[in-house]
């Protein structure tokens, strides 16, 4: 009898060690093999191996790690490990966020992190401000007095609600004092947009000008001024030719008169006489 609870006393010990060595929560999350499946946060999950942070993540039942791609968090890598375990701490918040939870935030809000706890965090060290924008954009930065935001959230890369959620932020945030702080690149030089070319102006042209059809268009006005069309001139009326009177004809070739006409010529002059006779 004394055997078998000796036995079962050291199965209980020997489950109690492995799960307390484990680096598998309980929650059944393991924060490294999450990271596996996404290439672009390698870098960071290897940091967290280093560091140990793995595990202090994965003993938790509700968390929230801010992850950082592996082209922004390569000016992590050469710290020393001290610095980078404090750092990495920040991006580990002690409450679950999710897309959804982030957007029913306050305007800013401030969250605990993992830092927090471990008794060295001086003044806010161990807060970070999670600030909304317009169109659901969310940015990061330090608690401490004249901090930036200096992280802008890019995607949610996993979530297991209410016990892990996996957030990736464009790159480290660094508190005062805790390290060199990596302020985010200057944005791009402004470059203005290409400048429109002018609107060709439209004068109005001469009466004999062809105007193209359906253009409805008002003509710009133009600066110099516009003359009137020239009208041809009138054709000089032409003259006819005079025509000259028809030229006498010689008497000489006039038809002499027939004898009819001599006799009855006659006849009238002597009754011309006898009348004027009468009348004396």
């Not at 489950?15 to 393991?30: A, K, P, R």
């Not at 950082?68 to 020393?80: H, K, Q, T």
Request: net charge negative; hydrophobic share 40%.
């Amino acid at each position: 009898m004394e055997l078998k609870a000796s036995s079962s006393l050291v199965v209980l010990t020997a489950l109690v060690l492995l799960f307390s060595s484990s680096s598998v929560s309980v929650n059944g999350f393991d924060i490294i093999k999450i990271l596996s499946n996404h290439p672009n946060l390698l870098a960071f999950s290897d940091l967290l191996s280093q560091t140990k942070l793995n595990e202090a993540i994965n003993k938790r039942k509700t968390i929230t790690v801010l992850a950082v791609d592996n082209s922004s968090i390569g000016g992590l890598s050469d710290r020393p490990v001290d610095e980078i375990k404090n750092i990495l701490s920040v991006h580990v918040i002690l409450d679950y966020y999710d897309v959804n939870k982030l957007k029913k935030l306050p305007k800013t809000s401030s969250w605990t992190t993992m830092f927090q706890s471990t008794g060295n965090a001086n003044d806010k060290q161990g807060y970070i401000n999670c600030t909304r924008l317009p169109g659901e954009q969310f940015v990061f930065g330090s608690a401490v007095k004249d901090s930036p935001p200096v992280a802008k959230f890019v995607k949610s890369v996993f979530s297991q609600p209410f016990n892990i959620s996996v957030l990736q932020v464009s790159q480290p945030i660094v508190a005062p004092g805790l390290g060199d702080v990596i302020l985010p690149p200057p944005p791009p030089p402004y470059t203005p947009p290409p400048a429109m070319p002018p609107k060709a102006s439209r004068k109005k042209s001469n009466a004999s000008a062809p105007v193209a059809e359906g253009d409805d268009d008002e003509f710009a006005p133009s600066d110099s001024p516009i003359e009137a069309p020239i009208e041809a001139p009138a054709p000089e009326p032409v003259e006819a030719p005079a025509q000259s009177p028809p030229e006498p004809k010689d008497e000489a070739e006039a038809p002499a008169p027939s004898s009819a006409s001599r006799l009855y010529l006659a006849s009238g002059v002597a009754l011309a006489g006898f009348t004027a006779m009468a009348f004396i």
